[in-house]
C-alpha cells in the first residue's frame, strides 16, 4: 500500500500501486509517505491489535485526542487489499474491522496529524 501526501492541503490518498506520473493534487506532486519509524517507537505512538475471530479492533490507547494533536484515520493491508476507518477530531483512537475466513494482516497503519503516517 502506498500513500501520497499533499504538504499544501494536508489530503491523504492511499493507492494499491506505484504510479508512473506524479500523483498531483493543489497543483502540486504529493509526497510518498514512508511509515516514521522513530515515532512509530514511541508509547504514545504504540498500534495495539486485538483478534477475537474475524474481528479486529485496532487502537492507539495513550495517543492525544486533542485539535492540534490527534490520529486521522486507521488502515489495515491484507493479504486481500485494504480497509480504512476515518477517526474524526475528538474521537478515541479505535477502529474495528472485518476480515474473512482466510484474510491474513500484513501491517497496520495510522495517520497522525503531527507525526504522519505510523506503521505497526
Same mark, same amino acid.
Given at each position: ?6 504538504s499544501?492541503?494536508g489530503?491523504v ?6 504510479s508512473?506520473?506524479?500523483?498531483m493534487?493543489?497543483?502540486t506532486?504529493m509526497?510518498?509517505?514512508? $511509515?516514521?519509524?522513530?515515532e512509530?517507537?514511541m #508509547?504514545?505512538?504504540? %498500534?495495539?491489535?486485538r /483478534?477475537?475471530?474475524? !474481528?479486529?479492533?485496532v487502537?492507539?490507547?495513550?495517543? $492525544?485526542v486533542?485539535?492540534?494533536h490527534?490520529? #486521522?484515520?486507521i488502515? %489495515?493491508?491484507?493479504? /486481500?487489499?485494504?480497509? !480504512?476507518r476515518t ?5 478515541e483512537p479505535?477502529a ?6 482466510q484474510?491474513n %494482516? ?5 495517520f497522525c496529524?503531527i ?6
Amino acid at each position: 500500500m502506498i500513500f501520497h501526501y499533499c504538504s499544501v492541503c494536508g489530503r491523504v490518498m492511499m493507492a494499491h500501486k506505484p504510479s508512473e506520473k506524479d500523483v498531483m493534487c493543489c497543483e502540486t506532486p504529493m509526497t510518498v509517505l514512508e $511509515p516514521n519509524r522513530t515515532e512509530s517507537d514511541m #508509547e504514545i505512538h504504540q %498500534i495495539v491489535r486485538r /483478534q477475537i475471530g474475524y !474481528f479486529l479492533t485496532v487502537s492507539l490507547p495513550k495517543h $492525544p485526542v486533542m485539535d492540534l494533536h490527534h490520529i #486521522e484515520f486507521i488502515a %489495515i493491508e491484507t493479504d /486481500q487489499g485494504f480497509q !480504512f476507518r476515518t477517526i474524526e477530531k475528538g474521537q478515541e483512537p479505535i477502529a474495528n474491522f472485518i476480515l474473512s475466513k482466510q484474510e491474513n %494482516i500484513l501491517h497496520v497503519y495510522a495517520f497522525c496529524n503531527i507525526h504522519l503516517l505510523l506503521r505497526s
